[in-house]
């Protein structure tokens, strides 16, 4: 099948079904990676998985991640910390370890794939969980924002751990380069909050050009691909480099117009074309498995969800007060573009099976259908 007639279907079908399932409840993603298990060789087999598609994947996954970066300021991550840790501890450590353990000593997965399948399941995404914090407008209370951070630090800890998997150095190596990278980021951003009016006001002077729009976007896309491509080097996914990107973004330094003209562009192309293309593709990789996987499959979605309605009733119960328990725990719930992309990156690599693979993908589904409907309750902000 021609690519752009793939892309078109692929798109359509997950644009679709991501709506219809969203009528009822249930995150888009869910019906966008359903539609790409339905297209794909798992049931229909109308359209193959292919290298093409799969650098689509990763162009698509870029701006995706960049946008939450861009979403997530270090403000609110230095603000909320200490509180945000104890809760990645419990809802993300905590719950993939048992999912380790489980993966290993019951079903004798080797230990790599064990790690991957652990974190891959066990991590919320920030993606779900930040539409949905949006959505629902808890964004500005404290609760909302202790997890949006929480769910900043599993993900970036999640990364971290497949980049050590992935072993492109030495363990020792890579934590050198990961500390450096760490401190010159941090300085930079502290730098750049210093100056930030004169950077605002050579981004204003820049906008007011005749291509001052144009060459800002193209600054912040190749300042993400800077970012990304060094990250890349010292051995870790450039996923966490599009997403240490955003995170430089900031109003102040852009300005209030262009800062927003940035989200809402990035936002628009992601939600509809980047996200729903992400997910189909990611579905198309889904292959039927066997009988001893579909246990492992179960397990690991009944431990998951256990953790969760626990560990995030008790947590909600002491730090929060501003935001209900089982608002919390649906919040928690949120699976989608981080254990999706932990996954393709580990596929490719060589890290896990194909049949691993899609126990990640169907997990992720049906964990974004369990818990996020809790939310109902809670009044929606449009």
């Known amino acids: 099948m021609e690519i752009l007639m793939a892309i078109l279907i692929l798109v359509a079908s997950a644009t679709g079904l991501g709506?219809?399932?969203?009528?009822?409840?249930?995150?888009?993603?869910?019906?966008?990676?359903?539609?790409?298990?339905?297209?794909?060789?798992?049931?229909?087999?109308?359209?193959?998985?292919?290298?093409?598609?799969?650098?689509?994947?990763?162009?698509?996954?870029?701006?995706?991640?960049?946008?939450?970066?861009?979403?997530?300021?270090?403000?609110?991550?230095?603000?909320?910390?200490?509180?945000?840790?104890?809760?990645?501890?419990?809802?993300?450590?905590?719950?993939?370890?048992?999912?380790?353990?489980i993966s290993h000593f019951i079903f004798g997965i080797p230990l790599v794939m064990c790690a991957i399948i652990s974190i891959a399941v066990g991590v919320p995404s920030?993606?779900?969980?930040?539409?949905?914090?949006?959505?629902?407008?808890?964004?500005?209370?404290?609760?909302?924002?202790?997890?949006?951070?929480?769910?900043?630090?599993?993900?970036?800890?999640?990364?971290?751990?497949?980049?050590?998997?992935?072993?492109?150095?030495?363990?020792?190596?890579?934590?050198?380069g990961l500390t450096a990278?760490?401190?010159?980021?941090?300085?930079?951003?502290?730098?750049?909050?210093?100056?930030?009016?004169?950077?605002?006001?050579?981004?204003?002077?820049?906008?007011?050009t005749e291509r001052g729009e144009a060459l800002s976007f193209s600054f912040v896309i190749i300042a993400g691909l800077v970012i990304a491509s060094l990250l890349q080097l010292i051995g870790v996914t450039y996923v966490l480099g599009a997403f240490f990107?955003?995170?430089?973004?900031?109003?102040?330094?852009?300005?209030?117009?262009?800062?927003?003209?940035?989200?809402?562009?990035?936002?628009?192309?992601n939600n509809s074309f980047f996200i729903p293309l992400f997910f189909s593709i990611a579905g198309l990789e889904v292959s039927l498995i066997s009988a001893q996987y579909a246990l492992l499959l179960i397990a690991l979605l009944l431990v998951s969800t256990v953790s969760v309605l626990v560990v995030g009733y008790e947590w909600a119960r002491i730090e929060v007060h501003d935001i209900k328990p089982t608002s919390v725990v649906a919040l928690l719930g949120g699976r989608g573009a981080v254990g999706v992309a932990i996954g393709s990156i580990a596929l490719s690599g060589g890290l896990i099976s194909d049949n691993i693979y899609s126990i990640i993908v169907i997990a992720t589904v049906c964990l974004s259908t369990i818990l996020p409907p809790l939310l109902r309750g809670q009044r929606t902000v449009r």
Not at 182 to 202: G, P, V, W
Not at 245 to 269: Q, Y
């Open 126 to 176: 920030i993606s779900i969980v930040s539409i949905l914090i949006l959505k629902y407008g808890l964004l500005h209370k404290e609760g909302g924002q202790k997890i949006l951070v929480s769910v900043v630090f599993s993900d970036i800890l999640a990364f971290v751990i497949l980049a050590a998997l992935s072993g492109g150095g030495s363990s020792f190596m890579l934590a050198i």
């Open 181 to 208: 990278f760490s401190l010159t980021f941090f300085a930079l951003d502290f730098l750049m909050k210093r100056h930030a009016r004169e950077l605002s006001d050579i981004f204003g002077s820049l906008r007011k």
């Open 19 to 101: 709506l219809i399932v969203e009528e009822v409840g249930i995150p888009h993603v869910v019906g966008e990676i359903g539609a790409g298990i339905i297209l794909g060789p798992a049931l229909l087999n109308f359209i193959s998985y292919t290298k093409t598609l799969s650098d689509l994947a990763s162009v698509a996954l870029f701006f995706i991640v960049l946008l939450i970066g861009i979403e997530a300021t270090t403000d609110v991550l230095i603000k909320h910390y200490a509180s945000a840790a104890k809760l990645t501890v419990v809802s993300f450590i905590v719950p993939s370890s048992f999912l380790f353990l």
């Open 245 to 269: 990107a955003g995170l430089l973004i900031s109003r102040a330094i852009v300005g209030a117009r262009l800062f927003h003209m940035l989200k809402n562009t990035f936002r628009r192309l």
